[in-house]
């Protein structure tokens, strides 16, 4: 099934919202800096690839992400439960017969 342009755009505009708004949540504030003060070590070093600071800023690079995509997972389960809701309530409102409509 091919989702019109304007819902695809829809969609698109709500993941970059939701993907702005986890990634500046204060919660990440510690993992964020712990990860920066990690990249940051790996200049110290020639052989980067080869440092164990490069092997901890990979592993906090990994965590952040990963606390992100679980978030903007739970996030999308969410509003795809809200938008299949009111679109089954709108489906439903719509096949009610003229005198249930009246009750």
Same mark, same amino acid.
């Given at each position: 099934?091919? $989702?019109?342009?304007?819902?695809?755009?829809?969609?698109?505009?709500?993941?970059?919202?939701?993907?702005?708004?986890?990634?500046?949540?204060?919660? &990440?504030?510690?993992?964020?800096?712990?990860?920066?003060?990690?990249?940051?070590?790996? $200049? %110290?070093?020639?052989?980067?690839?080869?440092?164990? %600071?490069?092997?901890?800023?990979?592993?906090?690079?990994? /965590?952040?992400?990963?606390?992100?995509? %679980?978030? &903007?997972? &739970?996030?999308?389960?969410? +509003?795809?439960?809200? /938008?299949?809701?009111? /679109? &089954?309530?709108?489906?439903?409102? +719509?096949?009610?017969?003229?005198? %249930?409509?009246?009750?």
């Amino acid at each position: 099934m091919e $989702f019109p342009p304007w819902f695809r755009q829809v969609m698109q505009g709500r993941l970059d919202e939701v993907s702005a708004r986890i990634e500046h949540h204060p919660d &990440l504030n510690d993992v964020r800096a712990a990860a920066d003060r990690a990249f940051e070590a790996l $200049f %110290e070093g020639r052989d980067i690839i080869h440092t164990p %600071e490069f092997a901890t800023w990979e592993d906090k690079h990994y /965590l952040k992400q990963g606390i992100v995509n %679980e978030r &903007l997972y &739970l996030q999308g389960m969410k +509003d795809g439960v809200q /938008l299949a809701m009111a /679109l &089954l309530c709108h489906s439903m409102s +719509d096949h009610q017969s003229p005198t %249930e409509n009246e009750s």
